[in-house]
């Protein structure tokens, strides 16, 4: 298969090796997007102005405090703060204006954000905050603006602004590449949460014959891979019997991370990701 510009960073992850290679973009994303937040950047006024804006979910908050870099940690934090206390103040005055970046409301305004999925799909949706509560609606509480601010984060937003283009790409080469659906066939799947986007991808793209050839497929691969994982898990817990204590742990050492993996995605096991 020729690789393209576009396919690049797909055929990487999927080169590596990965329990998943959404996760596997997912945390280089992430990284990149914390090195970048904290590099020299945190200086330029449209990168922080954004950054005040959105300000930061509670996961990539400690990533930033891990990473290292109190200087640009202040700064960021200082404006945001000035931020947030301009937005208190008009609320508390009722003078809230709608502050509407490119992805919807995301300054305490309620309404929330689109989800990944419909925005790759270009259909509605009703945000995290509506997925989680299972109304899709937000009220108008003065603590409304509140809560939809903790629904916004410029690192997650980095990555979904970026994680449509990935799913779209895995379509794209399922439909015109006859050998990408033999590798994808050849690697260790998905984490559940990333293939059910997939899944759910596939399913509103394809029809018919389509459906019919590539869906199964991607179930068979998901299983043939939760059987290895059921293995690695298994064996990991038949090791503490008495009676196989000098049996060999065969590949199952770090099948706690790799089954917290492959059910919830992410990377427990790995180092904290700090400034070099």
């Not at 109190?70 to 005055?93: C, D, E, F, P």
Request: charged fraction near 25%; aromatic fraction near 10%.
């Amino acid at each position: 298969m020729k690789e393209k510009l576009y396919t690049i960073e797909v055929m990487d992850a999927l080169k590596a090796g990965d329990e998943c290679p959404c996760c596997y973009l997912e945390r280089k994303i992430e990284q990149d997007t914390i090195s970048f937040v904290l590099g020299a950047s945190y200086m330029e006024d449209d990168i922080r102005a954004a950054t005040d804006q959105a300000g930061f979910c509670r996961h990539h908050t400690k990533m930033m405090y891990d990473y290292g870099n109190s200087l640009g940690n202040a700064w960021i934090l200082k404006t945001r703060m000035v931020h947030i206390r301009k937005q208190l103040a008009a609320q508390a005055q009722g003078k809230m204006t709608a502050a509407v970046d490119r992805n919807g409301p995301i300054a305490g305004i309620p309404g929330g954000k689109q989800s990944i999925f419909s925005k790759f799909l270009g259909t509605g949706g009703s945000g995290k905050a509506g997925a989680r509560s299972g109304s899709g609606k937000t009220g108008n509480g003065k603590s409304d603006w509140m809560k939809a601010s903790e629904e916004t984060c410029y690192v997650c937003r980095k990555f979904e602004d970026t994680y449509g283009r990935i799913i779209r790409t895995f379509l794209h080469l399922i439909q015109t590449e006859p050998d990408f659906l033999n590798q994808l066939k050849a690697s260790k799947g998905f984490c559940l949460p990333h293939f059910a986007d997939l899944l759910s991808a596939c399913e509103e793209t394809f029809t018919g014959k389509e459906a019919e050839a590539v869906i199964p497929q991607l179930y068979q691969l998901m299983e043939e891979n939760l059987d290895r994982i059921q293995a690695d898990i298994d064996w990991f817990v038949d090791k503490f019997d008495y009676r196989n204590q000098d049996a060999d742990w065969k590949t199952s050492k770090d099948a706690i991370p790799r089954t917290m993996q492959k059910l919830v995605g992410s990377y427990p096991s790995d180092p904290v990701f700090k400034q070099k």
